[in-house]
């Protein structure tokens, strides 16, 4: 006969309580009539990150924001994105019935594993996503070696 030992039994069902919170909360009030803390876990923006042996490639989903409102900058293998998403107005008289956008300021830094060229560093801005390509430095790059 096989017996099943648990070092913590009471911590488990406690943990998944607190986990399923929100979901028993939307269960129990229903979304459409009681918004339970509305896209919380997403206050930064999605970033997206694609390696080949001769770049980095950054996309960040930033719908609304304008290019005038995001600062990039590289400092000591760091690529830093930073900036504001500003509040939607409403029209006058008009009122939220739900709101999950966010608004405010927001940064993403990314530690780059390679060493870069920083100077060739591009951004673009388009249809609301910023892609940003980091060329990989030279010296990083595989390089086949021939034989004498």
Do not use: C
Not at 54 to 77: N, Q, W, Y
């Amino acid at each position: 006969m096989m017996m099943r030992i648990e070092r913590f039994p009471v911590i488990r069902p406690a943990l998944h309580n607190i986990l399923n919170l929100e979901k028993e909360l939307e269960s129990l009030f229903g979304t459409d009539t009681y918004p339970v803390a509305p896209a919380a876990r997403h206050r930064s923006p999605l970033i997206n990150v694609a390696e080949s042996e001769k770049e980095t490639v950054v996309t960040m989903e930033l719908p609304g924001v304008s290019r005038e409102d995001i600062k990039i900058a590289f400092e000591g293998g760091v690529l830093s994105i930073s900036g504001e998403r500003k509040e939607r107005q409403l029209p006058e008289g008009a009122r939220w019935v739900r709101n999950e956008s966010f608004a405010g300021t927001f940064r993403r830094d990314l530690r780059l594993a390679k060493p870069v060229n920083a100077g060739a560093i591009s951004a673009e801005l388009k249809n609301g996503v910023l892609q940003i390509v980091v060329p990989t430095a030279e010296e990083a790059r595989p390089r086949e070696i021939s034989i004498r």
